[in-house]
């Protein structure tokens, strides 16, 4: 099966050689979103919260592109700039599954794109 890429305007342009996401052998696979706003190309750093609310929005927008519900995220990779960041995220992070969590981890990192404090990537099943 040929890959497919997945582009939307309502999630941020990629900033480098990359595509936002790639449908390929019943797998969707996202690319490491941010909170850059789509509309405006700004960066939501007002708050860890409000950035992951961004952060998911734009990762949301993707999945729906794809015709992909967050039910069927199988992976997840959380990177963040600060360990001490985790319990803020995942508050945020996990209202927007309902029961069918994903398999996941959380890294701290020396330093994300843009400055932001978190960065998420993650695999979907595309059935």
Do not use: C, W
């Not at 900033?15 to 700004?42: D, M």
């Not at 994903?102 to 099943?125: D, M, Q, W, Y």
Request: net charge negative; hydrophobic share 45%.
């Amino acid at each position: 099966m040929p890959k497919q890429i997945i582009n939307t305007s309502n999630a941020p342009a990629p900033i480098g050689p990359y595509s936002q996401a790639i449908k390929a052998n019943g797998f969707v696979f996202l690319s490491g979103q941010v909170a850059i706003i789509p509309a405006t190309g700004e960066v939501e750093l007002s708050s860890i919260e409000a950035e992951t609310h961004q952060v998911m929005k734009n990762i949301q927008a993707l999945l729906a592109e794809a015709n992909i519900a967050f039910d069927q995220v199988v992976k997840t990779t959380i990177f963040l700039s600060d360990m001490s960041l985790f319990a803020a995220v995942n508050e945020v992070y996990g209202t927007y599954f309902t029961g069918h969590y994903p398999a996941r981890e959380t890294v701290a990192v020396k330093g994300l794109p843009k400055g932001v404090n978190v960065e998420i990537s993650l695999t979907a099943t595309a059935e």
